[in-house]
């Protein structure tokens, strides 16, 4: 892999603007228009992955967003494409989702023909919006994912009104929330492990236990007690007769202990007993939620696995099970891109293990010519040849407007230095170090 590539990038906090809101004048009288969420900063991590700071009013805070933008961003300029959320489970982290930090969607997705959006943070949120503040964070995930997030990413990065989303254990159960409460929100909606009722007897106890475990927070916050309301008005069960026309997925194992998992010694039994009950309860509640959709005449796909606990291995298997369906809900092609190295450039893919299959054909630039690959670019120009671009130069390099920007084309390979690497461009060269690109513009 390329030296300047994303296990060695920093992922340090970054700064950014304020939002303002804008006035509409209606019948002579100031109406203030609710404000607008804003980027406040942007970090291309590599040449198709990128990380947003994005002031969100609903929140009152700044929420990173990752995108894996999709096959054709470079070589269709001009083009929209779907967008799949991917959403976390209960640990949900601060600084990347579990999607690419446990799972391997970047790799999984890097030739598919959508962006793919990374909600990051959120831990037991169930992205939804609360009552109260709990552990100094307003959580109002679900304004935010269904109203701020979609016009900003269609004005700025190019996505279509055409989304799916998928999620696993937490966010499971919240695909189905948001795809039920939000009509037209996705064409698609997929639970992995999710808890898809949430007032059975027993689950808001549950809930509760589970997000108490994982960060202290306080059911009762988010809906209030189990006797309210709230809890109805979230319920995927409840609520199921709004995912007509939804191209639905839902996929759970039985809580005993299968391939992925380490065994403890007993037939059937894991090392991980939380993993083990909390599968018990979502595989039940999925049997729940399916009866009730079958019984409405809502047509679903059900994968109900013989074995497998509550854990990320099993829910990366699923999210590649589910993709030949999801990419039908939104209009894509679910196969390979056909696509092949020639010319110049075929020997240079062919000596950079790092750079993986093509996921586009060569196509023509000003002044030269690139290929995309699953793990970067490789740029010709009769100036300077073939050379790849990759890792966090390359995404320094993306983030400069590449070929077309103030660097111009490659004129050498990356080449390690003392502590990282550098690559030499027509204009100037980026150096890799510290876990931070930085790029030297002549």
């Known amino acids: 892999m390329a030296c300047g590539g994303w296990g060695r990038r920093g992922r340090g906090g970054l700064i950014a603007l304020a939002v303002a809101a804008s006035v509409l004048v209606t019948g002579g009288a100031a109406v203030a228009e609710p404000a607008a969420p804003a980027v406040r900063n942007v970090v291309w991590l590599s040449d198709r992955r990128v990380a947003l700071w994005v002031d969100s009013p609903a929140m009152g805070d700044r929420v990173q967003v990752q995108l894996l933008l999709a096959r054709d961003w470079n070589l269709q300029p001009d083009s929209r494409f779907p967008a799949l959320f991917l959403l976390d489970g209960r640990w949900a982290g601060d600084d990347e989702s579990g999607w690419t930090k446990t799972a391997g969607a970047q790799k999984f997705y890097a030739d598919k023909n959508i962006t793919v959006v990374l909600p990051v943070g959120g831990q037991s949120s169930w992205y939804t919006n609360w009552r109260r503040p709990d552990r ?10 269904t109203k701020e997030l979609p016009p900003l990413l269609e004005r700025s990065w ?7 989303i998928l999620g696993a254990s937490m966010g499971g159960s919240a695909a189905m929330t948001l795809a039920s409460r939000n009509p037209g929100f996705v064409r698609f909606a997929g639970s992995l492990s999710g808890v ?4 059975t007897l027993g689950m808001p106890q549950a809930i509760r236990y589970t997000m108490g475990e994982a960060g202290g927070y306080d059911s009762e916050n988010m809906w209030g007690p189990a006797t309210d309301g709230e809890w109805a008005a979230h319920d995927p069960y409840a609520l199921a007769e709004r995912l007509k026309g939804v191209s639905l997925y839902v996929s759970s194992g039985s809580g005993l202990a299968g391939r992925r998992d380490i065994p403890h010694g007993i037939p059937g039994v894991s090392t991980d007993w939380t993993g083990m009950a909390l599968e018990v309860l979502a595989r039940f509640s999925a049997q729940l939620f399916v009866a009730k959709l079958n019984k409405l005449s809502i047509p679903i796909q059900v994968n109900y696995r013989p074995s497998g606990t509550h854990s ?30 020639a010319g110049a450039i075929a020997p240079v893919a062919q000596s950079k293990d790092w750079l993986g299959g093509c996921v586009t054909r060569e196509f023509a630039l000003a002044g ?18 073939a050379h790849a671009v990759g890792g966090s130069i390359g995404g320094a390099y993306q983030g400069a407007a590449g070929s077309g920007g103030t660097l111009g084309f490659p004129i050498s390979d990356e080449t390690p ?9 027509q204009r100037g060269y980026i150096l890799f170090r510290e876990g931070k690109a930085e790029i030297h513009a002549s």
């Open 312 to 341: 990320w291995p099993y829910w990366d298997f699923e999210m590649r099970q589910s993709w030949p369906q999801a990419a039908t809900a939104l209009g894509v092609d679910a196969g390979a891109p056909d696509c092949a190295a």
């Open 196 to 199: 898809l009722t949430t007032t």
């Open 158 to 164: 190019r996505t279509s009104g055409v989304r799916g």
């Open 136 to 145: 100094g964070k307003t959580y109002r995930w679900e304004t935010f994912l």
């Open 417 to 425: 230095i003392p502590g990282g690497a550098r690559q030499d461009f």
């Open 368 to 385: 030269g010519a690139a290929q995309d690959f699953r793990g970067g670019r490789v740029f010709w120009s009769a100036a300077g040849g």
